[in-house]
């Protein structure tokens, strides 16, 4: 079968239909949106996905329904935009027309000072009415990891947020208006193609679809697959890497699927971490904290589960969860499949099990049995939107007889590859579920782990709190006290 | 003549909730901010290239591979600067704008890039190759001491009373130290400024400063040209929190240096790493103190050294270190005292000012004191501070011998203490502590009084200028610059109130050194006082000359002539005004004025350590209560209680949002935000990824701010409302001490906690473990 080859990405930006033929590999949609359209009202603060001045919102068509996510514009690649709707703080009010409800709400309760930081929010809450009118205090938390602002100390911005509904009427909102004219104009830019653009190692390529990845990857392996470009898109920003040819996979539905079975559930290696969230929170309920808790809500609506991995992070928020699960990968180069453990993936400090031309196609996690207890605790700085110091999973069968029949354990922060505890399992194989058990366990991580010092918490602290989490995972099978922090919900 | 109906008032007048003048223009992203002004075609842009060593000579400078990259113009090093190489601020010299012969900070700047793009010339930058000589570096103030490096400005003493006698009369002394971390200001708009050359030997500059005038000042040193050839101008900052307030002048000078040369508009905005790297944060200390106390807790006598890692030159670090030991009292009595800064030099970035400006170091040490006493003692660290508060008998005297005259602290705390049922409360949460293994938590109430002024008395001037034009417009300029604190909001609801018209009548243009002269530097909270007064002064320049001038004309006595809203009464007659001002026009009167304001009755003698540097104190107190994890040191905040003075408010929504988001900033500097420097002297957190600024989800879970609505500046300050920029920073102390009674409650409250700022979970678990030990052996 060959391949018809189109030259150019097309996008809708705002109102206008965008055709760009001569676009670099590495060309941001934030300087693009700055500099190229002189459209300013997008800033920039930090340029590495963190603080969410530069939130735009992106809506991707799939299986013919559109939803508009909040992305960061600083690290987010022109290239990956082919056939997505892109709306910026520009479009939402005309020049002295009304305001729009998110933007009339913020004025409003005085939610803005320096106002740097404001169309960023403006937009993460315009994602958020659009989803989800009336929220909940912690859901527009949620909603705002990703936005950091300096000046207000949240507590307008929080109030302007509980306001839009009662101001604006989502129905005469022009993206839900006239949502189905959009999604025509989507609908029409598909036309199953590959684009190239570019030459040689300044090429990148949007495959037509996953066959058609396989092909371009296996011909050439030295290509960079880029899937949310939440951590890539810093290689560029801030390293100033040159990482083309790039090959972008956000756009291939194929990779976009989930399926279920009686066993376990399959993401396809491109499914965001907002998109897995409804099925993680159904059938992991101890996965929920974590997943709210992987970046912001602008990064978790742009990377993806198979990033996560692929990318091999020993701070990577998902590994030491699916490990402890038994998740394994599914690899593929050419038309070969072949499945492997997630713990055998990681060989070492950036080393990962995959060949040239060879990339992750999915993620099949099983669901946890009825009788084991599981468990994961993610330590950090600042409760969230902050990379993991420790996180440790926990995943154990206790037999009739009261004695651990199956243990598994992993740590993130710990060594130079998400680790199971090999020690500690052992400790607790065969054992008693008891605090002298527990104590023993404690002691055996010190040898599985010798861990750094960095910024984000001293040798000292991990191993500490690392062993502290194995008390915690077992007081939490005893007794009603609470173990943990009661998130509360903020009045 | 068009007669008017009286209204009852004008929109937009003073103490009314006025929204941020650009409130719509923020929401809608065309408040414009320097890096979004439309270029001028040819407009290159300058990066700067950074010190990759501690501390070293450097040996060579190869740049070909720089100069030969795609877009580049050229390079910019000291030997192109036609002026000083210098933009110290305490006229110290030791601030180069580039480096030569040796770096002293991992991050200075050495050169410049100047390229057709900004990404070039970034690109461009990182292909310099220095060949450096490393020398010995010290990064921690203890261990600059222990190397004796010096300091790097003249250290200050505060004494009162005998402290030999305090100290041998005290029944009880202690002895302690304590670390508090410094903090980035993390302003959301980085540092940028925008040149554009002109004529001869002319320069317009639009630069993100708190402090236009010594921009001005400085870009024409490093120029060569005197301060009329230089402008420059500020519409707002995306935040500045002190970070502007000399670290822009760098960056000013950078960007003239370049457009004189290349006679093109330049452009410069450092990379959020590089911005984060290369200018300078809020000092961190390291406090040494001794305090002699008796039974009931009551302190006899305080000596203490505040040491204050500097980095590599003075900047504002002098009067930073003073304003430290100018609150180490806080509200409390000292009967006697000795206070010494110790403000050294290291090899890190110079240190600058930062919201509070040294007064929040020196008040968490008074603070740790307090809680010390409490914790020997056994008592509720509330019973101490209130035993120990100002007040009364012979115990006005702060430690710089300035009476406080306008105590009010008594009534807030009393105030606050029943709105937030302190006392109920905190029985909850030790009868909680009892019975909760894991989970533990702490509760904690904490004043704050803060000086008004800066303590350099000629900076408290300031200068406006207000036109009124013929259609009856006015237009409002003055010396101070807007960075989100509704600076230009509240001014013009003054000048508003001064004409008696409605607020939508006046634009306030973007500060200008061309306008207003010598102006000050937007800080020490004084933005309001001070420009408030002058444009206030202005505008009653002009009513002056209308009132005498309507006098005349109608043939009234001056005293018949009287502003009404919208509206003059002249006589029994109303008239609209801008009628009136057309008319007043036509009469040839001079409808422009050039105000200005000096903060009377203040002055300071440094070297005696005496004087009143303060016109008048802000006070303010919060509950703070929080939950801790025992396990692995996370916390909560679960509920705080703000009671603040803010005077008379100019603008109490403005107000309550200064407290706010103070309160979350100071929250986030004793928590969560942690400088950490590697063992090569390079700070690596240096972006909000490493960097960790409070969050939305982060604010405590229940948040009640209150102004104390009956406080009035009894001093005659705009309108009679108080300063409020940097005061209720202070206010999360509570947190600090919440955290640590939780920690505490392992080891029976019986310990002091002592945990060191920013009390992460990390320090926080530490402290517990620690406490636990303590605990069993002893």
């Known amino acids: 079968m060959t391949v018809q080859i189109r030259s150019s990405i097309r996008f809708l930006l705002n109102h206008r239909l965008v055709e760009l033929s001569a676009v670099s590999a590495v060309q941001t949609l934030l300087d693009f949106l700055r500099l190229d359209r002189n459209l300013r009202g997008t800033k920039e603060g930090c340029a590495e996905g963190d603080c969410g001045a530069c939130t735009v919102l992106v809506g991707r068509l799939l299986d013919g329904r559109l939803k508009y996510e909040s992305v960061n514009a600083c690290i987010r690649f022109v290239g990956s935009l082919d056939g997505c709707h892109v709306v910026t703080v520009d479009s939402l009010a005309s020049p002295g027309g009304p305001l729009h409800p998110v933007q009339q709400a913020m004025v409003d309760t005085h939610a803005s000072q320096c106002g740097f930081c404001t169309p960023g929010f403006v937009m993460s809450l315009y994602g958020l009415w659009m989803e989800n009118p009336k929220p909940s205090v912690t859901e527009i938390e949620k909603a705002l990891q990703g936005n950091l602002c300096?000046?207000?100390?949240?507590?307008?911005?929080?109030?302007?947020?509980?306001?839009?509904?009662?101001?604006?009427?989502?129905?005469?909102?022009?993206?839900?208006?006239?949502?189905?004219?959009?999604?025509?104009?989507?609908?029409?830019?598909?036309?199953?193609?590959?684009?190239?653009?570019?030459?040689?190692?300044?090429?990148?390529?949007?495959?037509?679809?996953?066959?058609?990845?396989?092909?371009?990857?296996?011909?050439?392996?030295?290509?960079?697959?880029?899937?949310?470009?939440?951590?890539?898109?810093?290689?560029?920003?801030?390293?100033?890497?040159?990482?083309?040819?790039v090959v972008h996979l956000s756009h291939l539905d194929e990779l976009r699927r989930i399926t279920a079975d009686e066993t376990g559930i399959t993401f396809g290696a491109?499914?965001?971490?907002?998109?897995?969230f409804p099925l993680i929170s159904k059938h992991f309920p101890q996965l929920i904290e974590l997943w709210n808790r992987i970046g912001g809500q602008q990064v978790r609506n742009m990377g993806t589960i198979g990033g996560n991995i692929a990318n091999g992070s020993p701070i990577g928020d998902t590994p030491p969860a699916?490990?402890?699960?038994?998740?394994?990968?599914?690899?593929?180069?050419?038309?070969?499949?072949?499945?492997?453990?997630?713990?055998?993936?990681?060989?070492?400090?950036?080393?990962?099990?995959?060949?040239?031309?060879?990339?992750?196609?999915?993620?099949?996690?099983?669901?946890?049995?009825?009788?084991?207890?599981?468990?994961?605790?993610?330590?950090?700085?600042?409760?969230?939107?902050?990379?993991?110091?420790?996180?440790?999973?926990?995943?154990?069968?206790?037999?009739?007889?009261?004695?651990?029949?199956?243990a598994v354990i992993a740590y993130g922060g710990m060594a130079g590859t998400p680790k199971r505890a090999a020690n500690a399992e052992a400790a607790l194989i065969g054992a008693g579920w008891t605090e002298a058990t527990i104590e023993t366990a404690m002691e055996a991580l010190g040898k599985d782990y010798t861990p750094l010092t960095d910024w984000r918490a001293s040798a000292d602290y991990r191993l500490l709190v690392a062993k502290n989490l194995l008390r915690r995972f077992y007081l939490e099978t005893q007794g009603d006290e609470p173990v943990r922090l009661d998130r509360k919900q903020a009045v | 003549m068009n007669v008017m109906q009286p209204i009852d008032r004008i929109r937009g007048g003073v103490h009314e909730n006025e929204r941020h003048e650009s409130g719509h223009k923020h929401v809608t992203g065309t408040a414009e901010y320097i890096d979004d002004i439309p270029e001028p075609s040819g407009t290159l842009h300058a990066y700067l290239g950074l010190s990759q060593r501690a501390h070293a000579q450097i040996l060579s400078i190869d740049f070909d591979a720089v100069t030969s990259a795609p877009g580049v113009i050229g390079v910019l090093t000291a030997a192109d600067i036609p002026g000083e190489n210098d933009v110290s601020p305490a006229h110290k010299h030791d601030d180069p704008v580039f480096a030569t012969g040796k770096v002293e900070f991992h991050g200075q700047p050495i050169f410049a890039v100047i390229a057709e793009t900004r990404d070039a010339a970034r690109r461009a930058a990182a292909r310099v190759k220095i060949e450096y000589r490393d020398l010995p570096h010290v990064t921690d103030v203890l261990e600059a001491a222990a190397a004796n490096y010096p300091l790097v400005i003249d250290p200050l003493k505060l004494e009162r009373g005998d402290i030999a006698a305090g100290f041998a009369k005290a029944k009880n002394i202690l002895e302690g130290e304590m670390r508090i971390g410094g903090q980035d200001h993390f302003y959301l708009e980085g540092h940028i400024s925008f040149a554009i050359p002109g004529e001869d030997d002319e320069i317009t500059l639009y630069s993100s400063t708190q402090h236009p005038s010594e921009t001005q000042h400085m870009v024409g040193q490093v120029l060569g040209v005197a301060s009329n050839a230089v402008t420059i101008n500020v519409r707002r900052m995306g935040g500045a929190f002190g970070g502007k307030e000399t670290q822009a002048n760098l960056f000013a000078a950078v960007a003239a240096l370049a457009a004189k040369k290349y006679h093109c508009a330049v452009k410069i905005r450092p990379d959020r790493d590089d911005d984060m790297t290369a200018t300078g944060k809020r000092h961190d200390f390291h406090v040494g103190y001794k305090v002699g106390f008796d039974d009931d807790g009551r302190i006899e006598?305080?000596?203490?050294?505040?040491?204050?890692?500097?980095?590599?030159?003075?900047?504002?670090?002098?009067?930073?270190?003073?304003?430290?030991?100018?609150?180490?009292?806080?509200?409390?009595?000292?009967?006697?005292?000795?206070l010494r800064s110790r403000p050294l030099k290291t090899n890190t970035v110079s240190n600058t000012a930062f919201r509070g400006f040294g007064g929040p170091q020196g008040m968490v040490g008074?603070?740790?004191?307090?809680?010390?006493?409490?914790?020997?003692?056994?008592?509720?660290?509330?019973?101490?501070?209130?035993?120990?508060?100002?007040?009364?008998?012979?115990r006005n005297l702060t430690p710089y011998h300035q009476t406080v005259e306008?105590?009010?602290?008594?009534?807030?705390?009393?105030?606050?203490?029943?709105?937030?049922?302190?006392?109920?409360?905190?029985?909850?949460?030790?009868?909680?502590?009892?019975?909760?293994?894991?989970?533990?938590?702490?509760?904690?109430?904490?004043?704050?009084?803060?000086?008004?002024?800066?303590?350099?008395?000629?900076?408290?001037?300031?200068?406006?200028l207000v036109h009124v034009y013929a259609d009856g417009s006015i237009h409002l300029n003055h010396g101070g610059t807007e960075m989100g604190q509704g600076l230009y909001t509240k001014v013009a609801q003054v000048v508003a109130d001064e004409f008696q018209v409605?607020?939508?009548?006046?634009?306030?243009?973007?500060?200008?050194?061309?306008?207003?002269?010598?102006?000050?530097?937007?800080?020490?909270?004084?933005?309001?006082?001070?420009?408030?007064?002058?444009?206030?002064?202005?505008?009653?320049?002009?009513?002056?000359?209308?009132?005498?001038?309507?006098?005349?004309?109608?043939?009234?006595s001056e005293k018949d002539v009287a502003f009404e809203p919208n509206t003059i009464r002249i006589g029994a007659e109303r008239i609209a005004f801008s009628d009136f001002i057309r008319i007043a026009y036509g009469s040839r009167i001079q409808l422009s004025a050039a105000g200005f304001y000096k903060t009377p009755k203040i002055h300071w003698n440094r070297s005696e350590g005496r004087g009143r540097p303060f016109f008048y104190y802000a006070y303010g107190a919060s509950c703070s209560e929080v939950s801790v994890d025992t396990l692995t040191g996370e916390y909560q905040v679960d509920r705080v209680d703000v009671l603040h003075d803010v005077g008379k408010s100019l603008n109490p929504a403005l107000d309550i949002g200064q407290v706010e988001g103070a309160f979350v900033q100071g929250m986030g500097w004793l928590t969560t935000e942690e400088l950490w420097w590697d063992a090569k002297g390079r700070l690596r957190t240096h972006a909000p990824s490493t960097y960790k600024i409070p969050l939305a989800s982060d604010r405590p879970r229940i948040f009640n701010v209150k102004l104390a609505e009956w406080s009035v500046n009894r001093e005659e300050t705009i309108r009679r409302s108080k300063a409020v920029g940097e005061p209720p920073f202070m206010l999360p102390i509570s947190v600090l001490e919440a955290i640590s009674m939780a920690a505490a409650s392992v080891a029976a409250y019986r310990i002091a906690p002592r945990i060191d700022a920013p009390a992460t979970p990390e320090r926080v678990l530490l402290a517990i473990e620690r406490l636990r030990r303590a605990a069993k052996n002893g």
Not at chain 1, 201 to 230: C, H, K, M, Q, W
Not at chain 1, 270 to 276: D, P, Q, R
Not at chain 2, 436 to 456: M, N
Not at chain 2, 536 to 547: C, D, F, G, H, T
């Open chain 1, 150 to 245: 300096r000046c207000t100390g949240y507590a307008a911005i929080i109030r302007a947020a509980e306001a839009v509904s009662v101001i604006g009427d989502l129905d005469r909102d022009p993206l839900v208006a006239e949502r189905a004219k959009i999604i025509q104009k989507l609908e029409a830019l598909k036309d199953g193609k590959r684009v190239e653009i570019g030459e040689g190692s300044e090429r990148f390529l949007l495959p037509a679809s996953v066959d058609d990845l396989a092909d371009i990857y296996e011909a050439e392996p030295n290509a960079r697959i880029v899937a949310g470009s939440t951590d890539v898109g810093l290689w560029v920003t801030k390293f100033m890497r040159d990482i083309a040819p």
């Open chain 2, 502 to 556: 409605d607020l939508n009548r006046i634009k306030v243009t973007a500060t200008t050194t061309g306008k207003v002269p010598n102006t000050s530097a937007t800080a020490a909270s004084s933005g309001s006082d001070l420009n408030g007064m002058a444009a206030a002064n202005a505008a009653q320049q002009i009513k002056a000359r209308l009132v005498a001038f309507a006098a005349e004309r109608w043939g009234v």
């Open chain 1, 322 to 406: 699916l490990i402890a699960l038994g998740a394994s990968v599914v690899l593929r180069k050419g038309k070969v499949q072949r499945t492997v453990p997630l713990e055998s993936f990681f060989i070492e400090y950036g080393k990962q099990d995959r060949q040239p031309g060879e990339f992750v196609e999915a993620v099949r996690i099983p669901f946890v049995s009825e009788n084991a207890r599981y468990a994961v605790y993610k330590i950090t700085k600042r409760l969230d939107e902050d990379i993991s110091a420790v996180c440790g999973a926990f995943h154990l069968v206790v037999d009739g007889n009261g004695k651990v029949s199956e």
């Open chain 2, 301 to 338: 006598a305080v000596d203490a050294i505040f040491s204050a890692r500097c980095g590599f030159s003075a900047d504002l670090s002098g009067p930073v270190t003073d304003r430290a030991l100018f609150h180490a009292d806080n509200c409390y009595f000292y009967p006697h005292v000795r």
């Open chain 2, 366 to 394: 008074g603070e740790r004191m307090i809680e010390d006493v409490a914790y020997a003692l056994g008592k509720d660290p509330l019973d101490i501070r209130k035993l120990n508060f100002y007040g009364g008998e012979g």
């Open chain 1, 270 to 276: 491109g499914v965001s971490y907002t998109e897995s």
């Open chain 2, 406 to 464: 306008d105590n009010i602290i008594g009534r807030i705390i009393e105030e606050l203490e029943t709105s937030c049922d302190y006392a109920a409360r905190r029985a909850e949460v030790l009868a909680f502590n009892r019975k909760s293994q894991i989970i533990k938590r702490g509760i904690a109430l904490t004043p704050v009084k803060f000086g008004i002024s800066f303590t350099k008395t000629e900076y408290n001037q300031a200068g406006a």
